[in-house]
């Protein structure tokens, strides 16, 4: 059986906003990758990082812990987490967890971008 | 002279209201003219701000001074005012200031004394020129704000009518099982002269009662006040409902001002068994909804306060369950469109025709009438609806033999690390056919997924030796997937309700998230401990009954 894997493409569309493309499968396994594309996107001017799911296939429970730990270091860094391109599952569980009180949730990544510059 | 000119000139260029105005005018005329005794003749909202002396006459605007003051507006000696004037003569005067701006006849100073100077004369002159516009306008301001204080006062008198108005109406209306009693009520201008109401009798009767006072406004809400007084005291005293308007209508003869009268509808419910008796003085006939579709309920009678001594027709019905009596103000029928016509009422009638009859029928009517009056209308008169509906018996529940489970299939998954959605796409593939929907199919995945999970992780340690068994099972309208490990260590732990502020603030793990999704994904989670490990049953709900597909 073949791990689940995670792809992560990073991209910065302003000096104060980064996109981390995620697609693929989010679970534990997908711990380092993320840390690695957080880092990567998150320099000294960032201000606002979105997660853009829209290449998401699964993500589990772990991979809802990994979101958290996420925020908890985008907290630390005074930085924002948007999310974007979620199906209308992941938006269900995201309200369930209340993540989405804590993760900025738009449609799709202008509208993110968007969000993210009127801050 | 000049000084007190100049003092008077400033002073009016500030704002000064009339009894100001008047009364620095009367200091500086004093002070021109004086010792001599100077009186103020003008409308008296005018000169009620002079400090006066000697006999001043009436104002009268027909005296002949008013023409000649307008004509002549300059300060003479009497003698060269030739006019045959009363008020002339009552004012035994030397000299005559009139005032008057832009043809307005604002006052006349007469002063006694007929020795001036052509000094005070001038003087006088220019004072009057100054003061004439000046009061003028003070004046007009002050009538002004006279009105706008009289409105306030109407305005806040209205509100409190329409306040004590409103009390005199059901605060709601009674909730009596088996039937549905709704009631609207929106009148023309702040206070209306409809009245509907509702009164408990003994036993399960209830009075229901629509009027409509023949004026609109406070003087129709006074009335329709006393109407609820005598209505309610007569509904206690005698029993049926022709007597109950003829009782209204003798003691409403005896208060009620002339030219006044009630139009009132006035019925009573037994909520046992649906009889519903009523009578009616001159109130629109209400509409009964029932079997036999939309029928009218006519019993005739005089309007109550027209003539005393007078008797009501009576009728009777039964409600039967699923039937309607809507009651309705002539303000409802009496609706006009655009083009001045009438809504009437066949269009109350089609209205309810084409709909079921315990539908809400009072909105339904409402809506037509907005439509028919079109988006302009002013509404004329106040509209009143009632509506008392006997529900449909409940259909008796029927007992259903518990169907027989069906198992749809049984697998196992090795335990290793992401298998949970191996097992998971073979339960959706093994439950395509079933009646769920696509959230329901993405909530199952996650659950079952989540579950799968936590057995080959938690229960089975990753072991190779232990596989995760699934087991799905529709029983009836409910669809059971079964998740076991091998797990002989005790019970699962309680689900600790994850906290996302607790998790930010590193007070709980970020993890910890499984069983709480668990739980929320399906309908309901139940955990068996057994000897051979624990089953985790996930039950769904299927959207169809049992033998529809």
Redesign the interface.
Known sequence: ????TITTVVRQVSPTISVIDIGG?V???ADQALTNAYHEASGDKTRAIILNFANLE?M???G???L??L??RA?RQSQQLYACGLT??YR??FS????D??IHIETDEAAAIAAAEQR | MRPWLDLFRARLREPADLSTLVHELEQIVRAVVQPANAVFWAPPDITQHWTVSGNIPAFAPEDPLVAWAIAYPTTRPRAQVPVNSPALVALDTGVVVPLVSLGTFVGLIAIQESALSADQIATLDEIAGLAAPAIRVARLAHRIDLAERAHQTTAEELRVAEIIQRSLLPESLPNIAGWQLDAWYKPARVVGGDLYDIIPLPGDLLAIVLGDASDKSVPAALVMATVRTLIRAAAQRVVLPGQVLARANDDLCAQIPPGMFVTCFFAILDTASGRFRFANAGQCAPNLCGPNGVEELSASGWPLGMLPGRTYDEGEITLTPGSTVICFSDGLTETHDPAGEMFGTNRITATLAEMDNCAPLIPALLAVQQEFAGPSWEQEDDVTLISVTRLPEPEPIQEEAPAEPETISVFSV?S???????AADQVLAAVADLPLTD?QR??LF?AT??TV?NAAEHGNHFRQDLSVGIEIIRQGNRLHVRISDGDRGGPIPEVVT?N?DA??A?LQ??????L??IE?MVDQVEVLDTPTGHIVELTVNLNESPGAD
């Open positions: 059986m073949s791990e689940a499968s679970t534990r396994a699964y589990n429970s772990s809802i812990g990994l958290v730990t925020l908890v907290n209308d599952h269900d569980i369930l967890t209340r993540l009180e804590a | 090795p290793a690390p992401d298998t949970e959605r191996v959230s993405q909530r996650t997924a989540e999970m994850p996302i998790k930010l590193g793990s970020p993890r910890g998230w499984g709480f999704l929320k």
